[in-house]
């Protein structure tokens, strides 16, 4: 199993990226799928999650911002993220927890944004 996140870049505050994950070797239809990020010398931490029925999740920090997406037929997660502030930049994390009960992860994009 492969998650192969993308689109990460720098941005300026105020600005917008989207990033996406293709994920292989499994199907992600039995999959909740999130994005979790890390700062330097901080913890990794959930940014949304959504769900196999398309429920969202998003922690406070980005509520009204970031928006995740699922394209079952694509494989793929996506993160719109607006409004970007430079305490968004992190590594960016997708995930996946399969309903068999297993975890995957990706190796992660790096998202930089300069104020």
């Known amino acids: 199993v492969q998650l192969q996140a993308s689109g990460g870049g720098l941005v300026q505050a105020g600005g917008s990226l989207r990033v996406s994950c293709v994920v292989s070797?499994?199907?992600?239809?039995?999959?909740?799928l999130g994005w979790h990020r890390q700062a330097p010398r901080n913890r990794r931490d959930l940014v949304a999650r959504i769900g196999l029925d398309g429920t969202t999740y998003y922690v406070d920090f980005v509520k009204g911002r970031f928006t995740i997406s699922r394209d079952n037929a694509e494989n793929t997660v996506y993160l719109q993220m607006n409004d970007l502030k430079a305490e968004d930049t992190a590594v960016y994390y997708c995930t996946c927890q399969s309903i068999r009960g297993m975890d995957y992860w990706g190796k992660g994009t790096q998202v930089t944004v300069s104020s």
């Open positions: 070797g499994v199907t992600i239809n039995g999959c909740v």
